[in-house]
């Protein structure tokens, strides 16, 4: 997790760091003479003891944290820094013990203090060092990231609600016209008033529900299907799309108008008008994910875009919201796929 492009420096630097300050250490006890008892036995030994430690560091910070503290499994979190203690007392064993046994003919501890306990023992001062040191470090960059994710929300919501009030125009009256139209229509053109209905439920919707960042998946599949209707009505017998919804819909949270994107960049961009050729958006839900695989036709004069909420802002949107998720498409100059997959979150 944490040991990326962006995040190698600071990790070289943490590194560069500890040496300066042991090496500040011995030059603090060892007297102005210091430098002239270095002994190269010594600075052989120094490099084997660096070697052993950072092997830890790296073993903890990069595979034991990322997969035990972040999926909150706290025993398993133990066992791997317990085990910490062992792996750099075995680390350091081979090096010293074995390797430079084999080359220089000469031990690091005597007979008796390579016993296998009291090594570990022996080394356990060390360990405990290693081990707080790098598990401090992952928390440490967790936290970051976790505040740099906070801020972008913010701003991202900051965004979406000067937005949508830029398009609040008196929306009372709207609703209320609506409300008098379908109210009007309800007995003579029911089909008409349905639709007006439904309209003020969508508009409703996005003006004023779909303003948090996550919303219950039964809303969320009642405005894509909102969202078809108009396009059917729009079409009449000549629209082939279809939407199959698999598994128990409830109040499971998704990011809000996620779904959407789909339906409105197949509608934008796909052909739906061919019946050789449907479209389809598959939806499955589980028990502890969301599975979406869309597949249409391409137009040909048209292509794969990011306007409207976009591929882009929607993959920026997942990165801030989740750690893992997977959003892929293809295109191979006909059909068009998609294919998203994120956890589901449990109801506040």
């Known amino acids: ?45 120094k490099v084997t003891f660096y070697l052993s430690f950072f092997s830890v560091y790296w073993i903890n910070v990069g595979f034991i944290c990322p997969n035990t503290l972040k999926k909150k499994n706290i025993p398993l979190f133990v066992v791997g820094q317990l085990s910490l203690f062992i792996i750099f007392a075995g680390v350091r064993y081979l090096l010293e013990e074995v390797i430079i046994y084999q080359i220089g003919g000469f031990h690091n501890y005597s007979e008796r203090s390579r016993a296998f306990w009291y090594y570990i023992f022996d080394n356990s001062y060390f360990s405990l060092k290693i081990v707080l040191f790098s598990t401090f470090i992952y928390l440490l960059f967790v936290y970051l990231k976790n505040t740099q994710k906070i801020h972008e929300l913010q701003l991202e919501k900051q965004k979406a609600n000067l937005d949508a009030l830029k398009m609040q125009l008196e929306p009372h009256f709207l609703f209320n016209t609506l409300h008098v139209f379908y109210a009007e229509l309800a007995d003579k053109q029911p089909e008409t008033a349905k639709g007006i209905y439904k309209l003020s439920e969508f508009l409703r919707y996005v003006t004023y529900e779909a303003q948090e960042d996550y919303m219950p998946l039964h809303k969320e599949l009642k405005f894509i299907q909102d969202y078809i209707y108009f396009y059917e009505k729009r079409f009449e017998d000549n629209f082939y799309l279809t939407l199959d919804i698999t598994g128990t819909v409830g109040d499971q949270l998704v990011p809000s108008l996620c779904l959407i994107h789909f339906v409105e960049n197949m509608a934008k961009h796909g052909i739906l008008n061919d019946p050789h050729h449907p479209a389809s958006i598959s939806i499955a839900i589980s028990a502890g994910e969301l599975v979406v695989r869309t597949r249409n036709k391409i137009a040909e004069v048209d292509h794969y875009s990011s306007k409207g909420i976009g591929r882009q802002n929607l993959e920026t949107r997942l990165s801030l919201l989740y750690d893992q998720y997977t959003f892929t498409h293809s295109n191979d100059g006909q059909i068009f796929s998609a294919y998203l997959k994120i956890p589901l979150k449990t109801y506040r």
């Open 1 to 45: 997790m944490n040991f990326k492009k962006s995040t190698a420096p600071y990790h070289l630097g943490f590194a560069l760091l500890i040496m300066i300050m042991d090496f500040f250490r011995m030059y603090v006890t060892g007297g102005p003479n210091f430098f002239q008892r270095i002994e190269p036995v010594g600075v052989l030994y």
